[in-house]
């Protein structure tokens, strides 16, 4: 397949659509990796109970 000179690749961009292939491309050298962080209250948190005693005290 030829390049039809879209542009579309030299946007920068880690997904594009490639008209000459006709089909979504990843450039997987541009793609982070991002670590999910924990957020919330648990119990092994110190202060759980206090949080979950007022959270069931505006409910009510």
Known sequence: ????????????????????????????SKLEVVQKTRGGWKKGDPNYELHRRKVRKEIE
Do not use: L, R, S
Request: charged share 20%.
């Open 1 to 28: 397949m030829e390049c039809i000179k879209c542009q579309n690749c030299k946007m920068g961009q880690a997904t594009y659509f490639c008209a000459a292939k006709n089909d979504f491309v990843i450039d997987t």
